[in-house]
């Protein structure tokens, strides 16, 4: 069996990117995307980590919906291949077409769990609009195919996942820390002088920032890395100046670091 991999994108809807993969043993990392995402187990099986509860095992036909920055990942069963697809939505647009469709739901989408839903109408319906948007119709039928997706089955149904909900406390201790990460991505502090910012032992910081964002300081900052790489890839810049311009040693790392968020090379995420 080939491994395919394929993106879409297009600069006419530049707030939605789609993922097809076959036959894939590409393992995740946990990981969060600034985007809303919406998954889909086609052959195989999967395992979900991201779940209070725990790995939860994913059968094909299952959807996951994921909002943004919820830590999470979904790799195949251990010596497996599974093929997966995956749209990720900006979560600006997403929940102007929300206030659209539902405005009367709008206050309960705080705190938005994860759902993982097993309906085969849903599934069908998602394959049929990420089939749509590989297509080559114009744009504007594959917005008001996308919209209507989202009006009609974008509910709160399926299994729910409750996500992390951070204390105001928490949240003040590490918002310095945040903060200086997300201006200076390129910056590598050792744990300790982060530790000194907060005002915290390392021991303090590393559960403190884990409550509060489900990742050690370093594994977040990896993962913020590599959504702006995605970001700049996606705008046509220079895999070497990414890698440079984001504190990489080399292109060797930025790959690794790369394709284990991804589960792909730069280069193929840039073709």
């Given at each position: 069996?080939?491994?395919?991999?394929?993106?879409?994108?297009?600069?006419?809807?530049?707030?939605?990117?789609?993922?097809?993969?076959?036959?894939?043993?590409?393992?995740?990392?946990?990981?969060?995307?600034?985007?809303f995402?919406?998954g889909?187990?086609?052959?195989?099986?999967?395992?979900?980590?991201?779940?209070?509860e725990?790995?939860?095992?994913?059968?094909a036909?299952?959807?996951?919906?994921?909002p943004?920055?919820?830590v999470?990942?979904?790799?195949?069963?251990?010596?497996?291949?599974?093929s997966?697809?995956?749209?990720?939505?900006?979560?600006?647009?997403?929940?102007?077409?929300?206030?659209?469709?539902?405005?009367?739901?709008?206050?309960?989408?705080?705190?938005?769990?994860?759902?993982?839903?097993?309906?085969?109408?849903?599934?069908?319906?998602?394959?049929?609009?990420?089939t749509?948007?590989?297509?080559?119709?114009?744009?504007?039928?594959?917005?008001?195919?996308?919209?209507?997706?989202?009006?009609?089955?974008?509910e709160?149904?399926?299994?729910?996942?409750?996500?992390?909900?951070?204390?105001?406390?928490?949240?003040?201790?590490?918002?310095?820390?945040?903060?200086?990460?997300?201006?200076?991505p390129?910056?590598?502090?050792?744990?300790?002088?982060?530790?000194?910012?907060?005002?915290?032992?390392?021991?303090?910081?590393?559960?403190a920032?884990?409550?509060?964002?489900g990742?050690?300081?370093?594994?977040?900052?990896?993962n913020?890395?590599?959504?702006?790489?995605?970001?700049?890839?996606?705008?046509?810049e220079?895999?070497?100046?990414?890698?440079?311009?984001?504190?990489?040693?080399?292109?060797?790392h930025?790959?690794?670091?790369?394709?284990?968020h991804?589960?792909?090379?730069?280069g193929?995420?840039?073709?």
């Amino acid at each position: 069996m080939n491994l395919i991999t394929q993106f879409w994108r297009d600069p006419a809807m530049p707030y939605a990117e789609s993922r097809r993969a076959c036959h894939s043993r590409a393992c995740y990392k946990p990981h969060s995307h600034p985007t809303f995402s919406i998954g889909a187990v086609d052959q195989g099986v999967s395992c979900f980590t991201g779940a209070a509860e725990g790995p939860l095992t994913l059968q094909a036909g299952t959807l996951v919906f994921v909002p943004a920055f919820c830590v999470h990942a979904c790799n195949p069963e251990l010596g497996t291949a599974w093929s997966y697809q995956m749209l990720h939505l900006d979560a600006d647009w997403l929940q102007a077409v929300r206030a659209e469709c539902a405005p009367e739901n709008m206050k309960n989408r705080e705190n938005e769990p994860i759902r993982i839903v097993a309906e085969p109408a849903i599934y069908v319906r998602f394959c049929r609009l990420n089939t749509l948007l590989f297509s080559q119709i114009d744009p504007r039928d594959k917005e008001a195919a996308l919209i209507e997706f989202i009006g009609e089955w974008d509910e709160g149904r399926g299994q729910r996942i409750s996500t992390r909900v951070i204390s105001p406390n928490l949240g003040r201790q590490i918002d310095p820390i945040l903060d200086l990460l997300q201006e200076k991505p390129a910056i590598n502090m050792d744990l300790s002088d982060l530790a000194q910012l907060a005002g915290m032992s390392r021991y303090q910081l590393i559960r403190a920032f884990r409550a509060a964002t489900g990742m050690t300081p370093h594994a977040w900052q990896l993962n913020q890395r590599i959504n702006l790489a995605r970001e700049w890839i996606r705008t046509g810049e220079g895999l070497a100046e990414v890698a440079y311009r984001l504190g990489f040693a080399d292109q060797a790392h930025f790959q690794r670091v790369f394709k284990a968020h991804a589960g792909i090379t730069p280069g193929g995420f840039r073709t």
